[in-house]
Structure formats: C-alpha cells, structure tokens
Nanobody, 126 residues
Framework: QVQLVESGGGSVQAGGSLRLSCASS????????MAWFRQGPGKEREGVAA????????FYADSVKGRFTISQDNAANTVYLQMNSLKPEDTAMYYC???????????????????WGQGTQVTVSS
C-alpha cells in the first residue's frame, strides 16, 4: 500500500508563505508525474502544480503561476510546493498526487491520478 503523506499546511495571512511537503513510501521516480491538487470549500478538486519525476519539467495552473513552485528530491522521495504571496482564494485542502501519466494531462484531469495523499489544510485570511 503506497502512502503519500503531506505536511506543512496551516493558517497564514494574505501575502504570507507556506511550504508543503509530500513524502512517498514508494520511490517517486517510479511514477511519471507528481502533482499537487487542491479543493476549496464548495469547489471541485483542481490541479495546482505538477512535476515530471525524471527531468523536472513543471506545469502550473494559471491561478498560481509566479506564486507557487513545485520541486522534488527524488533521493528523499519527497515533493514540495512552495507557496508565496498567498491569497484568501488559495484556502483549500491540498492533496499530493502521483501518476503514471504525463503531467500535462494529470494537472487537468484528476482521473489520471493513481495514488492520493490524505491532504493538508491551508487557510489564508485577509
């Protein structure tokens, strides 16, 4: 049973920063793509950022471009999401995701996700 364990969520004021981590019990390099999704109150789950595990190519939702950065440490089987200039609309449960499908597909369709983490809550106050 693969485990993806997120950490780093919390409450922050608008303009602040948080860094999320996702530790995998499986080699992250065994996946093609690692990604972060989020689901805000009353909203559908959406892809936020994704990274190709071999090569490091990255993909971002338009709403977070220039503010969020996804990175990985394959030796530690960990993926990160650095979130800067946070806005109240970034408030959501953030989920780590792993897929065997190309990232450009994963970030737009959660059906391509093979494994999910339990989520970590991010709350941004104005």
């Amino acid at each position: 049973q693969v485990q993806l364990v997120e950490s780093g969520g919390g409450s922050v004021q608008a303009g602040g920063s948080l860094r999320l981590s996702c530790a995998s019990s499986r080699y992250t390099a065994s996946y093609y793509c690692m990604a972060w999704f989020r689901q805000g109150p009353g909203k559908e789950r959406e892809g936020v950022a994704a990274i190709v595990t071999s090569g490091g190519g990255t993909f971002y939702a338009d709403s977070v471009k220039g503010r969020f950065t996804i990175s990985q440490d394959n030796a530690a089987n960990t993926v990160y999401l650095q979130m800067n200039s946070l806005k109240p609309e970034d408030t959501a449960m953030y989920y780590c995701a792993a897929s065997y499908v190309a990232c450009e597909n994963v970030i737009t369709d959660s059906d391509y996700v093979a494994d999910w983490g339990q989520g970590t809550q991010v709350t941004v106050s104005s």
